[in-house]
């Protein structure tokens, strides 16, 4: 689904982002990208999402390649990827149902369909008791569990995440976890970055470590179940 | 979840009717969540548009109520009191040697009479008192001239200017200097260029006529500049969301579409409130401007409508023409406004 391939980024400031960074993800595979601050697990994240473009090597998501991309493809290209940002980046000004119709008003879905399907995506993350109030009455994890409901309701094949358990404790940060596992078992792929070791390292994925912008390692634990313990 | 492929393909899509109603309701929800805001820009896009309205209507006022009796100037030419018609044919004859001259209309003192007892309502037998006949039989200290002797009215040509050939100078100046032509022929006593006072109303009409031209001009890109900065502070406002939106795949144009209602909203109100504005500025002051054309007019009182029955007759057409200007101009600035403003909030 997802395929780097020696792909490099500098900033127009000179920094080197990423590097030589090759490894592909396939369908209903999930990986962890971790890394200290600054190792590029953003930039990565960024230029599967296109907001920015590689300065070499070759990407390809889904069978788009994004060197290739013109900017006016790239709105109904992010439509097929579902996201899940650290912040939630919920719309306080509409109720949590409005929020997670989001994406389907954007694909201009009929209202009819879209309410099914929100109401489906609220029930999949618990929340659909929920669904008039304001996501400003709601409490962190129950947030970033609307941003997830948003993230999938479109059905994407890819999902990325961007620190989704960086303002949680470890309980409702497995339990997102376990969450994005469920969509892993119906053949989501799942690029989750995430700087929680003892959170990820338990959970038995793949884990893609990035240092000054290189893959330092590549690590698939098998002791998988073993997580919520071990922090 | 479902693994079925993304949602683009398989699914109904809503119309893009449904999908606009939705929009625009969206936009004036948003517009009447912050009424004082609203209400300020209306009054500001309402006042911009009332201002070259008004004088438009003024402009019209004067061109329809006033000029329109008298499409050219002309010049009237008084003879002296003891000229004969022989003379008044001589200095006819000498007059339409002139050039820019159209044509010559004689009125005799009888005619110019009767003329002036009709408009004045004079009895007739007050009249009678002045005709030939009678003067004849009363004690006559002129004889000379006993034709006119009673009759004060002199014999009146009045002559019509044609387009002057010489095509800088205004018909103001070709008036002028006929008349002074006109001055120096035996017989004539006086020469009054009617067209002057019409010339300068015309001229007067004219520069209203610019003035609105030139204040519309000014007044829409006025307009585009407020209407633009109210859509941009709004798109600011609502950055997150737009950032947001654009992560999750929106496009510029699905973006834009409730600013461009929302500019397009106030654009309507806008000219709805010029035409209210208006309507109270005309009953205001309308009776003074219909006093003041009645200055020029009751002497020829074919006033055949007022500027006020105009205004009246007009007020639909205004409505649309005001909404529609709105519309348009509110539209134009929210669609280059929100493109610069959206295009700056990438994620």
Redesign the interface.
């Known amino acids: 689904m997802i395929a780097f391939d020696r792909v490099s980024k500098r900033y127009p400031s000179g920094q080197q982002a990423l590097a030589n960074l090759s490894f592909t993800l396939a369908r209903g595979e999930f990986a962890f990208i971790t890394g200290h601050s600054g190792a590029g697990k953003s930039t990565l994240l960024k230029l599967v999402?296109g907001?920015e473009r590689p300065s070499g090597g070759s990407l390809v998501v889904n069978g788009h390649d994004l060197m290739a991309m013109s900017p006016?493809m790239l709105?109904?290209?992010?439509?097929?990827?579902g996201?899940v940002?650290q912040d939630h980046?919920l719309?306080n000004d509409r109720s949590v149902f409005d929020n997670v119709a989001?994406?389907?008003?954007?694909?201009?879905?009929?209202?009819r369909?879209g309410k099914r399907r929100v109401r489906?995506?609220l029930d999949?993350v618990g929340l659909l008791s929920k669904e008039k109030m304001s996501p400003m009455a709601l409490s962190g994890g129950e947030q970033q569990r609307v941003g997830i409901a948003?993230?999938?309701v479109?059905?994407?094949?890819i999902i990325l995440a961007d620190e989704p358990t960086g303002n949680l404790d470890p309980e409702l940060s497995a339990e997102i976890m376990a969450l994005f596992a469920q969509?892993m078992s119906?053949?989501?792929s799942l690029l989750v970055a995430s700087h929680d070791r003892a959170l990820i390292d338990g959970l038995g994925y793949r884990i893609l470590t990035l240092e000054e912008g290189r893959l330092s390692s590549e690590a698939t634990p098998h002791i998988k179940g073993a997580a919520a313990n071990d922090y | 979840m479902t693994t079925k492929p993304a949602a683009t393909a398989s699914v109904k899509r809503v119309g893009r009717l449904a999908e606009h109603r939705r929009e625009s309701a969206r936009a004036f929800l948003r517009l009447r969540s912050a009424p004082v805001a609203t209400l300020v820009t209306l009054l500001v896009i309402g006042i911009a548009l009332l201002l070259p309205s008004l004088l438009n209507h003024l402009q019209r006022a004067l061109t329809t109520g006033v000029l329109a009796l008298q499409s050219e100037p002309s010049i009237s030419v008084y003879l002296e009191l003891k000229a004969t018609e022989d003379d008044a044919s001589r200095v006819s004859e000498q007059i339409l040697q002139l050039t820019d001259v159209d044509a010559i209309e004689i009125i005799t003192p009888a005619q110019a009479l009767a003329q002036l007892g009709e408009t004045a309502g004079l009895d007739k037998d007050l009249l009678a008192t002045f005709n030939d006949e009678v003067s004849v039989r009363l004690p006559n200290r002129n004889p000379a001239s006993p034709a006119k002797s009673r009759n004060p009215l002199p014999t009146t040509l009045v002559v019509t200017l044609s387009a002057s050939k010489d095509s800088s100078e205004t018909v103001a100046d070709t008036a002028e200097r006929l008349a002074a032509e006109i001055r120096t022929i035996d017989s004539v006593d006086s020469v009054t260029a009617e067209g002057a006072w019409l010339t300068r109303l015309h001229a007067l009409a004219q520069i209203i006529r610019r003035s609105a031209q030139l204040l519309a001009a000014l007044m829409a890109i006025g307009l585009l500049a407020a209407i633009g900065n109210t859509v941009r502070l709004s798109v600011e406002q609502r950055r997150d969301e737009i950032r947001v939106s654009k992560l999750i795949g929106a496009s510029n144009g699905y973006v834009a579409r409730p600013f461009l209602y929302a500019g397009l909203f106030l654009g309507l109100g806008g000219g709805l409130v010029a035409w209210l504005l208006q309507l109270v500025v005309v009953g205001l002051v309308g009776h003074e401007v219909n006093q003041f054309l009645a200055l020029y007019t009751a002497q020829a009182n074919s006033l055949a409508a007022s500027p006020i029955a105009l205004f009246a007759q007009q007020a639909a057409q205004d409505l649309g023409l005001l909404l529609g200007t709105g519309a348009a101009l509110g539209w134009l600035a929210a669609l280059v406004a929100s493109h610069r403003a959206i295009a700056a909030c990438e994620p």
Do not use: H
């Open positions: 999402l907001i006016n709105p109904s290209y992010r439509r097929q990827i996201t940002f980046q719309l989001l994406p389907l008003e954007i694909s201009g879905l009929d209202p369909e489906a995506a999949k948003r993230a999938v479109n059905t994407p094949r969509f119906v053949g989501v």
